[in-house]
């Protein structure tokens, strides 16, 4: 059984970083394309940024270029969301998410999720 896990997420004052993580356990890491994604109250779940099971491709959403980074650890099984110059716009739910294969854009693409982490940027 795949299981993700997040972590990191917290309230912050607008321009601060953040460092969230995303621990996977069961199945096999280094074979996953692994995507974020974040959830705003009252709003549909959207696209953050993915990144290749090698680590050796990435993509980000448009709002979210230039800030933020993502990263793995296959070592660790774990992937990683670096945010910087956070805007309280970026207040929402982040997700984790792991698929077999390649990554995608699309939430709907990936079978395994975590329970989420609460990001919270104060103005």
């Known amino acids: 059984q795949v299981q993700l896990v997040e972590s990191g997420g917290g309230l912050v004052q607008a321009g601060g970083s953040l460092r969230l993580s995303c621990a996977v356990s069961g199945g096999t890491f280094s074979s996953y394309g692994m995507g974020w994604f974040r959830q705003a109250p009252g709003k549909e779940r959207e696209f953050v940024a993915t990144i290749s099971w090698s680590g050796g491709n990435t993509d980000y959403a448009d709002s979210v270029k230039g800030r933020f980074t993502i990263s793995r650890d296959n070592a660790k099984n774990t992937v990683y969301l670096q945010i910087d110059s956070l805007k309280p716009a970026d207040t929402a739910v982040y997700y984790c998410?792991?698929?077999?294969?390649?990554?995608?854009?699309?939430?709907?693409?990936?079978?395994?999720w975590g329970q989420g982490t609460q990001v919270t940027v104060s103005s």
């Open positions: 998410a792991a698929k077999v294969g390649f990554q995608s854009r699309t939430a709907y693409d990936y079978k395994y």
